[in-house]
């Protein structure tokens, strides 16, 4: 596909693209905005002692670290929401979050509410459920008996280290006064097993003063406490819209190319020369009316816009063969009740009202319609001349009504349409209808439901196939199209039929002033409005200035 294949799949169906955006920005919108302020309190903890230290170990921090991810899961267990939510007496919980800062012993409670003064007391009491929940929360007279525990053994040594000291210096000073070398070595072996002790002991009483002013590694306690929170969150409301929006946007795009993927029928010029190779001749709106009689448009309503089209077509069959003039033509549909018979009428008209001598034979010997358009009597026709054993048009050929243009109705149905149509009879009649007329043009039934139209176009000029737009198939319309070709009959190219206002950017309105200027028709808001759309095909209808 081209650019403007997707531009006209985009402008065909603007309506769903629109109505998708609308159905989704709305129904969010409708849903958020009855939505309250939301508020955002943060509590942060630290597990473990480790900052405390000056000098802490990498072994302190990993094995924080480490707990803090355990304490994660801890603080979003049942356990700590039930013991929160009966500490604050609350019969439910807001949402709360846990998370451990990276690479750190920090837990961030997060709590999102309603109501700020709730998300800050929330925050507050799962840390302290936390905190009292952790193996390290001893009871205030547990941690006064370790204190006097190690204040005993404290004093004990530094007794000891005292008595160390006293003696090492009495055995020094016996030693400068002695001369044997017996007594001066003993003497010496006793100072170092003393120095020994006195490293002990100071060793001891280094490690008990340590563990005196230091918590246990699996301590929890807070950081920063939660305040309650003064502003709301940003709600993000015009963000969800949008976003909404985009997938309504997104979601009517695609279902309306998968339903022009889908969509298989004949509807614009690219189209008819992708699927049948032909050209199109013109482009028809839909004739108001349901009556026969209403779609002879161009003899009642000579100034409308649709009149203008069927005088484009005659214009381009007269440029289709130059060199040699088109006398006969076959004006045949894929299927039934695509407007074949419409397009032979109004042909008929603008080929007279251009000073030609035109006879229109409704050759569809199966459901003749063209005595209903032009308002004659079909008790004599076709089949009555075709009976003749000489070609005769006495009495078969009746007016209609229109300067130049005669009509030859069916006449009695016969039981063998295809055969009186192919036989020598048939020949004979159009040698004699040229002689009468300058074009003759043949209404035939369409091209797949019988084989009359592939008989008939052997003995014509030229062939123009009619399919109504949106509805033709492109399968049946290139089947029809392959079955002229097999019979050698000449395809001079294809009508769309009932085309939409607008067209696809193919088709517009004209109309001409009472000085005969061709202006382009002004549609406005009709393009848009439907009811206004159902005036203008009302006026096509009327008969111009």
């Known amino acids: ?37 939301q508020y955002q309190a943060k509590t942060r903890v630290v597990v473990g002692q480790a900052l405390k230290q000056q000098q802490p170990t990498y072994t302190d921090l990993y094995a924080a670290q480490s707990l803090a991810q355990t304490y994660t899961e801890i603080a979003q267990g049942e356990s700590i929401r039930n013991a929160t939510q009966e500490a604050l007496g609350l019969s439910w919980l807001p949402v709360y979050t846990v998370k451990q800062v990276p690479d750190t012993q920090l837990l961030e409670i997060q709590v999102i509410d309603t109501k700020p003064e709730r998300a ?31 204040k005993q053994q404290l004093d ?43 490293n002990v002991y100071q060793s001891n009483y280094g490690q008990l003063m340590l563990s005196m002013g230091q918590g246990a590694v699996n301590d929890v306690s807070v950081v920063d406490a939660a305040t309650v929170p003064e502003y709301p969150m940003p709600s993000g409301k015009m963000r969800m819209v949008m976003l909404a929006a985009a997938v309504g946007l997104a979601l009517a795009l695609a279902t309306a190319f998968l339903l022009e993927y889908l969509d298989d029928t004949i509807k614009t010029p690219t189209d008819v020369d992708r699927t049948m190779h032909l050209t199109t001749l013109a482009g028809i709106s839909r004739i108001a009316g ?83 358009i032009f308002g004659v009597d079909n008790s004599r026709g076709l089949t009555d001349a075709l009976l003749s054993a000489e070609p005769a048009l006495d009495g078969h050929l009746q007016p209609t009504g229109v300067e130049n243009l005669r009509l030859m109705s069916t006449g009695p149905l016969p039981p063998n349409p295809s055969e009186l149509l192919g036989s020598q009879r048939m020949a004979a009649l159009i040698e004699r209808l040229k002689e009468e007329a300058d074009v003759i043009l043949f209404d035939s039934p369409p091209a797949l439901a019988v084989a009359d139209a592939s008989v ?48 696809g950017g193919y088709y517009y309105y004209y109309y001409y002033h009472h000085d005969g200027k061709k202006q382009r028709r002004r549609r406005g808001l009709r393009r848009w409005l439907p009811w206004l759309g159902k005036r203008s095909e009302q006026k096509q209808r009327e008969p111009g200035p």
């Open 290 to 372: 349901k009556s026969p009689e209403e779609k002879l448009i161009t003899a009642k309503y000579p100034k409308s816009p649709i009149s203008e089209a069927y005088r484009v077509l005659r214009t381009n069959l007269q440029f289709s063969s130059l060199d040699r003039p088109l006398r006969t033509l076959v004006v045949t549909s894929p299927n039934p009740v695509e407007g074949k018979s419409t397009t032979v009428a109004n042909l008929g008209v603008v080929m007279a009202q251009a000073g030609k001598s035109v006879i229109v034979v409704d050759a569809d010997l199966r459901r003749p319609v063209q005595h209903r």
């Open 1 to 37: 596909m081209e650019l403007r294949d997707y531009t006209r799949v985009v402008w065909r169906w603007w309506w769903l693209i629109v109505l998708g955006v609308a159905i989704a920005a709305g129904s969010t919108y409708l849903s958020v905005r009855g939505q309250l302020p």
């Open 456 to 503: 008939l176009a052997t003995q014509a000029d030229g062939v123009v196939m009619v399919t109504d737009a949106g509805r033709t198939r492109r399968n049946l319309a290139k089947e029809s199209v392959e079955r002229f070709q097999k019979v050698g009959a000449n395809v001079l190219g294809v009508v769309l039929n009932r085309l939409k206002t607008g067209g």
């Open 156 to 198: 004990e040594l530094e007794v000891n280290i005292d008595a160390a000291k006293a003696e090492m210096i009495r055995l020094q000073e016996q030693l400068a006064g002695m001369f044997s070398a017996r007594e001066i070595a003993d003497t010496q072996n006793q100072i170092a097993s003393l120095q020994q002790k006195l």
């Open 120 to 150: 800050a007391a929330v925050a507050n009491e799962v840390a302290n459920q936390l905190r009292e929940k952790s193996p390290a929360n001893n009871s205030q007279s547990d941690q006064a008996e370790r204190r006097d525990f190690i």
